[in-house]
């Protein structure tokens, strides 16, 4: 009940900043701005993994901390810092440090029931970032989560997609469910230099294998 109020409450926030508009996940220009045909432009279900094959054959882990994260079909083995709201948004982590993630501590650690948001930067001014390569990920790519604990959580990439900002699907990002979940999000599309940020972002829905 407690996890349930604190998503709902999370949820609540959120909304609230797209409604107002708020830019999520500012990063300098991208020099890749073609969207592979493997990502979905059309809104998610509310759950993204239902039709994917996941039965309940894994139980939630206790809470313990992200630390790691290692995605082997795109080169990514980088630290996860925790962040929380940040001047009315999701927190990111510092744009000058292209190897590192943030884990938002209002969502549940991964490996726990219910959806864990981890987001990176595509890059910037000075280059390429931990989340450049994130659309290239397919259905059934590893995505590994090392906790603090010692533990290590095994997700699966079960859908990819690009969606614009002011439209961002809070309700499929971090909406309640009866499993274990992931959540990557970077920026995407095309970079708009009028206000110097993306116009979409990047999405990855994983499930714990």
Not at 167 to 181: D, I, Q
């Amino acid at each position: 009940m407690r996890r349930t109020i604190r998503i709902g409450a999370v949820l609540l926030l959120l909304a609230g900043l797209a409604l107002i508009g708020h830019v999520f996940f500012f990063h300098g220009p991208d020099p890749s701005t073609t969207v592979p045909h493997t990502i979905s432009t059309s809104t998610p279900p509310v759950t993204p993994e239902a039709g994917s094959g996941h039965p309940r054959a894994v139980q939630d882990m206790p809470a313990s901390v992200p630390v790691r994260i290692v995605i082997p079909a795109i080169g990514v083995n980088a630290p996860i810092m925790t962040v929380g709201m940040a001047d009315g948004a999701v927190g990111v982590p510092p744009l000058s440090s292209h190897n590192l993630v943030a884990w938002f501590n209002g969502s549940v650690t991964p490996g726990q029931d219910g959806p864990s948001l981890i987001d990176g930067h595509v890059d910037s001014y000075t280059g390429p970032s931990v989340f450049f390569n994130l659309k290239n990920l397919r259905q059934g790519d590893i995505v590994r989560i090392l906790r603090s604990d010692g533990t290590t959580v095994t997700f699966r990439v079960a859908w990819v997609q690009v969606t614009s900002k002011s439209a961002f699907p809070w309700g499929a990002v971090l909406g309640p469910m009866a499993y274990p979940a992931l959540r990557l999000v970077t920026c995407g599309g095309p970079f708009d230099y009028a206000t110097g940020h993306y116009t979409d972002n990047i999405i990855v829905y994983a499930r714990m294998a």
